[in-house]
């Protein structure tokens, strides 16, 4: 009895934990998508534009790293520790690039000479995404870590596979700012960000495509899951889910749906996300360490549930309203007062 | 130099690093949030628009350095993993929990809000403007709170037993009420409040000075003394309670703080040293000046009470860098002083009828007094997080866990690397930091600045 709740409290972390991971990156996916989009925009007032679309939130979008952070160390500290040593290079990477992105994006506000920050701006939000790419394609490749303890190789990460997620993690990103600007913004720079949209759309499929053959052929656990009967089936269903997205995303790119937009390209990464879950489950760090074996206790993760769980729907609804207050197209002169 | 070769103690400056330069933004963004509330609170109470141009005013100072804080303190939740790996390992069910915690309750609650804070001012009305000032206020206070809770744990461990070498948790309510955390979290909110009310109070002096805008900043400049009444003594009262119960609890940092090394003998007072050099390897101090029985009542209240010297822990157990710790809580101390006198002198010329647009300009010696005062709270936090922190040494949970024994097994090269680097780019964001305040408060306020209906 007492292990079927253990069981139960584990896997309900495990889900938040993955609702928060999905959120982040979904939020603040969008936001450094906006960001490699600045490398791609010559224009200073379009600049501003983009730059305006994000001034509310991306310290709220950036935030949920933080409490998936603190989330993962207290319901999971083994994989929390683990993790990020073995991690050491690209979390490191990922945290200079996202001080630097800070930076720019407030300094540039106040700077007399913009193309500097511009650069610096696009340049690191492009490797926090490549940061965190890298990151994640190094993790479901195992980190070459057995039994949980980790033998201290700090390349372990480093594979042409965890490269190829890498590339798909920020055309992804790159997807999900062009599809936001589409709801933010109107005239060229919305037309400009239709095109951005397809090219990204196109590339990540095909990138998605690839990853999920390589895996299924050089990851052993991942193809075993794929061949076995019942897993397989829903993996082959969220597979399937993310191309009909991918479809659906095209034609409200035809059609010019601007929510649509982004709610298929939203759709695309929850598939793939779900699919690389289900296709790893029960293992957090593939395949060593599993998610009881990395649990907290029950009584630690029912403390947890209180005061984090209970307040998730409480984050939910202060950010939307903040969301809801600043809905519609960013208009230059706003800020007159 | 041969230590630099340690990859735990690359890590460790690192750490510091990171935390004493994340340290100095949350000072003022609690402060200064509460400022700001309170003018917001007055305009909307009173009608006066010289308060609201004041909320609109420090609230520039403040975004620029929220988002430093935010950016800043990014790197300290992961370096628990990256580089203290152990230590995450074993404490992840408390430690971990309470910055999960933070998270949720106080991160989460400034980032909801901020944005509406900042930008909202045309789209919400302003009551919810002021509730949203109001929990991003909250929320800063309560990332105090509970990041205040995770250290005082490490201080003063409790509610906890060890199985398999993992922190398991009796009593959640004896682990964050441990016996350090009231001290901690009130010692280091006061900083905090104490910080901001002289910066504030700093800045509008140099306005007075410079003769721009006198009136209006003669507004925030007793709004900041008005907070100072009541903050100063508080915060002597809880640096001096908070000294007095180090000596209880943790007997080996207060014997470091005032560089005690052998315990008293019964019936005789220890000696307190003003100042002195120690010589760690001789167990002693080359030199001192010392008065007798001082620390016997600054530690125990008693003339003749005895306070446990450095010599009574094995040197294995024994804080280094005695200077350091020893000279860092003087520093602080004197700084509270200062705070004090400045407090009381200003006071007196407010009661005399000087602080008036007419004869404020008189007292130019006060006034830059006050604008030399603005770095000192920064300074002392600084010192007095280097008391705490170094004081508990070498445990990185006291009595618990060595340092030695927390860190993660990585390459020194990799450290190296990433610790360079931080100070590279915290010493850029610090010199950029700076020039763009100096820019917003050289610019000064726009009174041309139409509020919205207060309905």
């Known amino acids: ?337 | 130099m041969t230590i630099l070769q340690d990859p735990v103690l690359l890590s460790r400056l690192q750490f510091a690093v990171t935390a004493m330069f994340h340290i100095l933004w949350p000072l003022t963004t609690v402060g200064i949030s509460l400022i700001l509330v309170v003018f917001e609170g007055l305009w909307l109470k009173t009608g006066d628009v010289d308060h609201y141009l004041h909320a609109r005013f420090w609230a520039k100072l403040f975004v620029l350095n929220f988002s430093v804080g935010i950016i800043s303190g990014l790197p300290l939740e992961f370096e628990f993993g990256t580089n203290w790996s152990r230590f995450s390992m074993m404490t992840g069910e408390f430690f971990g929990n309470i910055l999960g915690y933070e998270g949720a309750m106080a991160f989460m609650l400034e980032a909801g809000f901020l944005g509406i804070m900042l930008f909202g001012w045309l789209r919400v009305p302003p009551t919810i403007h002021l509730l949203a000032t109001g929990m991003v206020t909250l929320g800063a206070s309560l990332s105090v709170f509970w990041i205040l809770v995770a250290n005082s744990w490490m201080q003063t461990p409790a509610g906890i037993h060890l199985e398999n070498n993992r922190v398991v948790v009796d009593s959640y309510f004896d682990a964050i009420f441990n016996k350090n955390m009231p001290w901690g979290v009130l010692h280091t909110w006061f900083a905090c409040l104490t910080t901001s009310l002289f910066v504030i109070g700093g800045l509008s002096a140099w306005y007075i000075l410079k003769n721009r805008n006198t009136d209006f900043f003669l507004k925030s400049f007793k709004l900041a003394l008005i907070g100072a009444i009541f903050v100063v003594p508080i915060q002597l009262y809880l640096g001096d309670a908070s000294g007095r119960h180090v000596f209880v609890n943790q007997p080996a940092k207060g014997a470091a703080i005032e560089a005690h090394w052998t315990t008293n003998q019964e019936g005789k007072g220890a000696e307190w040293n003003l100042l002195m050099w120690p010589n760690e390897n001789d167990q002693k101090n080359d030199w001192a000046i010392t008065l007798p029985n001082v620390l016997s009542v600054l530690a125990t209240g008693n003339l003749h009470g005895q306070v446990q010297g450095l010599t009574s822990f094995p040197q294995a157990d024994q804080p280094p860098a005695i200077a350091l710790i020893f000279y860092s809580f003087r520093i602080m101390v004197v700084i509270g002083m200062a705070f004090l006198g400045l407090m009381l002198w200003t006071l007196f010329a407010w009661l005399r009828g000087q602080l008036t647009p007419t004869s404020i300009g008189k007292h130019r010696l006060l006034l830059y007094a006050w604008i030399a005062s603005i770095p000192l709270g920064y300074l002392a936090t600084e010192c007095g997080w280097i008391v705490r922190e170094v004081g508990r040494q070498p445990w990185v949970i006291y009595g618990l866990l060595r340092t030695r024994d927390a860190a993660s097994t990585l390459p020194l090269s990799v450290v190296a690397t990433s610790l360079v680097t931080f100070v590279v780019i915290y010493s850029i964001l610090f010199i950029l930091f700076l020039m763009f305040a100096a820019r917003i408060i050289s610019k000064g306020p726009d009174l041309s600045l139409a509020p919205p209906s207060r309905r």
């Open chain 1, 1 to 337: 009895m007492d292990n079927e709740i253990h069981s139960l409290l584990a896997n309900i972390w495990f889900l938040i934990i993955g609702l928060m991971l999905f959120l982040y990156v979904i939020l603040d996916g969008f936001d450094l998508g906006v960001g490699i989009l600045f490398l791609f925009t010559k224009d200073e007032k379009q600049r501003a534009i983009m730059m305006m679309s994000l001034e509310s939130i991306w310290d709220a979008n950036e935030t949920w790293l933080v409490l998936l952070g603190g989330s993962l160390f207290g319901a999971f500290p083994l994989v929390f520790a683990i993790m990020l040593q073995a991690l050491y290079i690209p979390v490191m990477v990922m945290l200079f690039a996202l001080i630097f992105r800070g930076v720019a994006f407030e300094f540039r506000h106040y700077a007399r000479n913009k193309a500097p920050w511009n650069l610096a701006f696009g340049c690191s939000s492009l490797l926090a995404s490549l940061a965190q790419g890298i990151a994640f394609g190094g993790l479901i490749s195992g980190l070459g870590i057995t039994e949980s303890n980790y033998q201290g190789n700090v390349w372990e990460w480093f594979t042409p596979f965890s490269a190829l997620v890498a590339l798909g993690v920020a055309t992804g990103y790159t997807l999900l700012g062009a599809a936001y600007l589409i709801i933010k913004t109107e005239g060229a720079i919305q037309r400009k960000s239709i095109v951005q949209a397809y090219i990204a759309a196109i590339l990540e499929i095909m990138l998605m495509m690839t990853i999920v053959i390589w895996a299924s052929r050089f990851n052993p656990y991942f193809a075993a899951r794929w061949a076995d009967k019942e897993t397989g089936n829903y993996l082959n269903l969220f597979l399937v889910l993310a191309f009909f997205a991918f479809i659906m995303l095209m034609w409200a790119l035809w059609r010019g749906f601007e929510l649509r937009t982004f709610f298929w390209s939203v759709i695309i990464f929850l598939a793939s996300f779900t699919a690389v879950t289900i296709g790893y489950y029960p293992y957090m760090v593939p395949a060593s360490i599993t998610l009881l074996h990395a649990a907290s206790s029950s009584k630690t993760l029912i403390f947890m549930l209180a005061g984090i769980g209970l307040l998730i729907p409480v984050m939910l609804v202060y950010s939307g309203y903040q969301y809801l207050v600043f809905r519609g197209k960013v208009h230059l002169d706003e800020h007159t007062n």
